[in-house]
Structures are given as C-alpha cells and as structure tokens.
C-alpha cells in the first residue's frame, strides 16, 4: 500500500525528521535540497514505525458534537479541565462574561460559538504565554517569542527559529496538563528529538508529565470541539 507524505523543505533544517499528526497525515520536514529519492528511502525505512504511529488510538478524525450539545441555557463548556454551565442571558453586551459560569448573550444567538472561540484564545494569550516564560526562566532556557496558534491537530510545537507555539484549545485543558505541553516544546530547546535524554527534562521539570500524557489520550478530542 502505498504510504502518502507531505514534504516541507527548509534551508535551515539540519536533519530530516517524520511527524504524523492527529488527523493521521504524514508531515517529513526535511532540508532544503534533499533529493525525493532520499526522503522515499528514509520514509520507507520507517514504514513500520509510521504505521504504528497512524493506528494509535490518540490519531483520529473530526468528530461532530453529541447530539444537542449547543450554546444554550443548561448545557456546559470546558475551561481549564472544569466544564462550566452556560446560562444565556438578555443583555445589550456581545461579549461572553464568566463568573464560575458562562454568561452567554442572547443577541447575536449565531454567533455564539465565534464569541466563545475568540473568549478562548483571549484566555489563553493572558494565562498561557506568562507561564511559558515562567517555565522558560525555571528550565534555563531563552526562546524568541511564544504566541497562541490555531492549529487543529498539534499541541504546541518549537521552530527551528526557537519560537514557540501553543494551540488555544490547550485553555481547555487542567494547568498540569498546560504546564507539560510547554515543557515538552521548551525542552526541545535543550534536546531536539524525544530521546531519553528529552523526556528526563521533561519528566524533572513536570513530576506529572505521564498523567498528563494520558489526559490529553483520553480527553485530547473534547479539547477539539467547539464545546
């Protein structure tokens, strides 16, 4: 069968490395000038592996809500590993106001999951970026910038430019789960690959790194709904 791959050149990329991403799709970042004939050889070489990695259960497709799950008095939405009720409420305001619950405007009913989006990523820009630069100065390592991405299928990731980026989504997520997503990125600074050697920085700096682990496999996909 054959094994489809996006390939993505950089001129600054020094070592040819394969990622399969959630939605199961097959990324080889590899640098600039490297022939096709090379990448096919390493890709086949890594078949085995790749194909395990495409079958975990933690890859999956979109999924759609459950059945009446909607913006609506009653029914709840996540935020910071709690689910949290929404009550709608008559108000000349547009935007979502949270007091240990979700105060949903009613005007502008079809919007409210554009409102609850933008609420997320604005929560995530003031509570996630201080702790990166927490966990940066408490690992010893400098990056160039943090910023908050919409990025569907990847937790966070470290450019070879050494910024960081955190999915949005992660806002939904408990702090410890917060917490290991920026020190796996940031330990990247410090070891490249997930040798034993990275996941001993990770491990040391986050005691709670495989229960965290096992949060984002057991509840990864609720993070990717719109509620």
């Known amino acids: 069968m054959d094994l489809i791959y996006t390939v993505v050149r950089s001129a600054k990329r020094r070592k040819l490395t394969i990622t399969v991403e959630r939605n199961r799709s097959v990324v080889v970042h590899a640098p600039e000038g490297t022939p096709?004939?090379?990448?096919?050889q390493v890709v086949d070489a890594k078949r085995h592996w790749i194909y395990e990695k495409i079958g975990h259960r933690q890859k999956y497709q979109?999924?759609?809500?459950?059945?009446g799950k909607e913006l609506v008095s009653g029914e709840s939405a996540l935020y910071m590993g709690r689910q949290y009720r929404i009550?709608?409420?008559?108000?000349?305001?547009?935007?979502i106001q949270f007091d240990q619950k979700f105060f949903m405007?009613?005007?502008?009913?079809?919007?409210?999951?554009?409102?609850?989006r933008e609420w997320y990523i604005q929560r995530a820009e003031a509570k996630i970026?201080?702790?990166v630069k927490r966990q940066a100065r408490e690992l010893?390592?400098?990056?160039?910038?943090?910023?908050?991405?919409d990025n569907l299928y990847r937790w966070g990731s470290c450019t070879i430019n050494?910024?960081?980026?955190?999915?949005?989504?992660?806002i939904k997520a408990p702090v410890f789960v917060i917490?290991?997503?920026?020190?796996?990125?940031?330990?990247?600074?410090?070891?490249?690959?997930?040798?034993?050697?990275?996941?001993?920085?990770?491990?040391?700096?986050?005691?709670?790194?495989?229960?965290?682990k096992a949060w984002l496999k057991e509840n990864g996909q609720l993070l990717e709904e719109a509620i």
Do not use: M
Not at 36 to 40: F, L, M, S, T
């Open 36 to 40: 096709d004939a090379k990448i096919r």
């Open 62 to 67: 979109n999924r759609p809500h459950a059945p």
């Open 87 to 95: 009550e709608v409420i008559k108000t000349g305001q547009t935007e």
């Open 105 to 116: 405007p009613k005007a502008h009913a079809e919007e409210r999951k554009e409102a609850l």
């Open 129 to 131: 970026i201080p702790r």
């Open 140 to 149: 010893g390592v400098t990056y160039a910038n943090a910023h908050i991405v």
């Open 162 to 170: 050494n910024n960081i980026s955190l999915n949005w989504r992660l």
């Open 179 to 212: 917490d290991y997503v920026i020190v796996h990125e940031l330990a990247h600074l410090i070891e490249p690959n997930h040798t034993p050697r990275f996941w001993n920085i990770v491990r040391s700096q986050v005691p709670t790194t495989e229960k965290a």
